[in-house]
């Protein structure tokens, strides 16, 4: 089992930076891939980032690369998505999610463990 606890959510303006944060819990969180998704009003969660789990591959949504960076550091046991240039689109319920198999994907059904999410809020 793996718990999951997300935090560093806010409101933040438009072109402002923030950093989120996934503390794991529980056995085998450094030799699983770890992913990020969100969900917005109204819409169905989706996928926005992925880490391998020694950390050496990731990749991205398109509507985010380029601005927001996953990293992993699994002596802390923690991941990190450093979202920067933010635009009011990116305003989501942001969830961490784990899986058992050390590559990442983007398939929310290939993760058998999630946070609770922490919410973004952008103003424009």
């Known amino acids: 089992q793996v718990q999951l606890v997300e935090s560093g959510g806010g409101l933040v303006q438009a072109g402002g930076s923030l950093r989120l944060s996934c503390a794991a819990s529980g056995r085998s969180f450094s030799s699983g891939a770890m992913g990020w998704f969100r969900q917005a009003p109204g819409k169905e969660r989706e996928f926005v980032a992925t880490i391998s789990w020694t950390g050496g591959s990731s990749y991205y949504a398109d509507s985010v690369k380029g601005r927001f960076t996953i990293s992993r550091d699994n002596a802390k046991r923690t991941v990190y998505l450093q979202m920067s240039s933010l635009k009011p689109e990116d305003t989501a319920v942001y969830y961490c999610?784990?899986?058992?198999?050390?590559?990442?994907?983007?398939?929310?059904?290939?993760?058998?463990?999630w946070g609770q999410g922490t919410q973004v809020t952008v103003s424009s």
């Open positions: 999610a784990a899986r058992s198999s050390g590559s990442g994907n983007p398939y929310q059904s290939q993760y058998s463990y």
